[in-house]
C-alpha cells in the first residue's frame, strides 16, 4: 500500500525534484510478482518525464546494483491486536537479507530508508548487515510520529498544523515513544503557558 503512494510521487518528480530523472528498481517477493508487473505497467502508461527507467525483480543483489537511494518498504504490516514489535521475527530477517545485498552491490554512498516494521529495529539489523556502508546513511521513518503528535496539538487546540512547532519525539517507533508535548509550542508560545 505505502509503496503504490509513493511510486507515484516519485516518478512525478514530487521527492527529488523537477530536474532530477530517475531510474526505479522494484524489489518484490515471489508472491507480489505479479501486482508488481501491473504497478510497472501502470509507471510505464503514466509517460512521466523523468522516469527514465522501470526495472523488476526479486533478488536484492540484482535490484540494488549500483542504488544510490534504498527504500525499504516491503515487509509484513500489522494484524489485529499486534504490537510493532511482534513483526520481528518475521520482518527481521527480510532486513538482514537487505543490508547483506546493499553492502554487496549498492552505491557506497547509498542512503537507506527503512519503513518496515519495527522499523528502527529493522534499521539497525540492516545497519549491521552492512558493514561496508557508512552508518550514517541508515535511518528508520518516525517522520510520521512527529506529524502526528503535531496534527493531535492542533486539533486539540483547534489550530491549523502549521501553528504548531517545536514537537520533538524521543525514542522507537512504538508504544515507548515519548512525544515532548510539554515543550512544543502553539502559536509561538509554549503549549504550557497557552490559553
Ligand atoms: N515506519 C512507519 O512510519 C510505517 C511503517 N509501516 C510498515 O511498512 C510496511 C509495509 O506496509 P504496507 O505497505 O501497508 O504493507 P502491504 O502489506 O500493503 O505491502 C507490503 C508489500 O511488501 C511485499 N513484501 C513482503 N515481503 C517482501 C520482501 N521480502 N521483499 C520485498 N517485498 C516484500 C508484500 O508482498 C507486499 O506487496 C509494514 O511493515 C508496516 O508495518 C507502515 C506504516 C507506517
Ligand atoms: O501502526 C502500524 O503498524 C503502521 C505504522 O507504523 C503507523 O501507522 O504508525
Redesign the pocket.
Given at each position: 500500500?505505502?509503496?503504490n503512494h509513493l511510486l507515484f510521487k516519485l516518478a512525478s518528480g514530487e521527492v527529488f525534484g523537477p530536474d532530477q530523472p530517475i531510474a526505479l528498481k522494484l524489489?518484490?517477493?515471489e508472491?507480489?510478482f505479479q501486482?508488481l508487473e501491473g504497478v510497472a505497467m501502470e509507471l510505464e502508461d503514466s509517460l512521466y518525464p523523468l522516469l527514465r527507467e522501470v526495472r523488476i525483480g526479486i533478488n536484492p543483489y540484482e535490484i540494488f546494483q549500483d542504488a544510490e537511494w534504498a527504500l525499504l518498504?516491503?515487509?509484513?504490516?500489522?494484524g489485529p491486536g499486534m504490537e510493532?514489535a511482534d513483526?520481528l521475527d518475521i520482518?527481521g530477517q527480510?532486513f538482514a537479507e537487505q543490508g547483506k545485498a546493499l553492502n554487496a552491490v549498492a552505491s557506497r554512498n547509498v542512503k537507506v530508508l527503512v519503513?518496515?516494521?519495527p522499523?528502527n529495529t529493522n534499521a539497525l539489523i540492516c545497519l549491521k548487515n552492512a558493514p561496508n556502508i557508512p552508518a550514517k546513511n541508515f535511518h528508520?521513518?518516525?517522520r510520521?510520529d512527529e506529524n502526528r503528535a503535531k496534527c493531535q496539538l492542533a486539533l486539540k487546540a483547534g489550530v491549523f498544523y502549521d501553528k504548531v512547532s517545536n514537537m520533538t519525539i524521543w525514542g522507537n517507533?512504538s508504544t515507548t515513544q515519548v512525544p515532548d508535548f510539554l515543550n512544543a509550542k502553539l502559536m509561538g508560545t509554549s503549549k504550557g503557558s497557552h490559553q
Open positions: 500500500m505505502i509503496s524489489l518484490g517477493s508472491r507480489s501486482a518498504i516491503g515487509a509484513k504490516p500489522r510493532r513483526l520482518n527480510i519503513v518496515g516494521n522499523c528508520a521513518l518516525t510520521l517507533h
